[in-house]
């Protein structure tokens, strides 16, 4: 039975709730305040990032049939994000280089006509060869997880990821070797 005690009891529990809350996160924000190490690092901020990109890249991820589909459409770019030797040893055909080490604002623009671009990814993970310049990295530090949720966090959303192993000799695959495109 609702009564007028009831309910200043509950307004009085929703009060103390709003207080510890409050103070709650005074309490977090001090904390991390006090912690050392740079305020241009945020750990908590990429958590919560990784969290959101999580189940947009599973539905991007597509097969090599699609993802060659793709790269012929207008508007679209492969982006290798491999340091610029491995990229001249050997990219797919038509990839664009930026290592991911050299990610910024201005180098990302300079690159990718708008953030209206679809962008398509891969990296040594999806190729079994396991030779220079694709040697295999370890499973969960795969290059394409960290491109994907890095451009999505610098404003790319129309990201597409090769989502299969194949092999640089595969005919629908188009490795070339800069080193080989200079020679001709």
């Excluded at 770019?77 to 610029?84: E, K, M, Q, V």
């Excluded at 664009?96 to 990718?112: E, W, Y």
């Excluded at 499973?139 to 990821?161: K, S, W």
Aim: proline share 4%; aromatic share 10%; charged share 20%.
């Amino acid at each position: 039975m609702f009564t007028r005690s009831n309910a200043k009891r509950n307004s009085l529990i929703c009060g103390l709730l709003a207080i510890i809350a409050f103070v709650g996160i005074g309490l977090a924000v001090s904390a991390q305040e006090d912690r050392p190490g740079s305020p241009e690092i945020d750990y908590p901020g990429f958590i919560e990032l990784t969290s959101e990109v999580f189940a947009i890249r599973e539905e991007r991820l597509v097969s090599l049939d699609v993802f060659n589909a793709m790269a012929a459409e207008p508007d679209t770019i492969i982006l290798d994000t491999r340091s610029a030797a491995a990229f001249d040893m050997g990219h797919i055909n038509g990839a664009k280089n930026l290592p991911f080490s050299d990610f910024t604002d201005g180098k990302l623009a300079s690159v990718i006509a708008s953030k209206d671009t679809r962008i398509l990814i891969y990296c040594n993970n999806n190729f079994s060869d396991n030779i220079e310049p694709i040697m295999v990295k370890r499973v969960e530090l795969a290059l394409n997880i960290p491109t994907f949720i890095n451009l999505y966090g610098y404003g790319y959303e129309d990201l597409y990821e090769l989502g299969e192993l194949t092999e640089t000799s595969h005919p629908d695959v188009d490795w070339v070797s800069s080193l080989d495109l200079q020679e001709n």
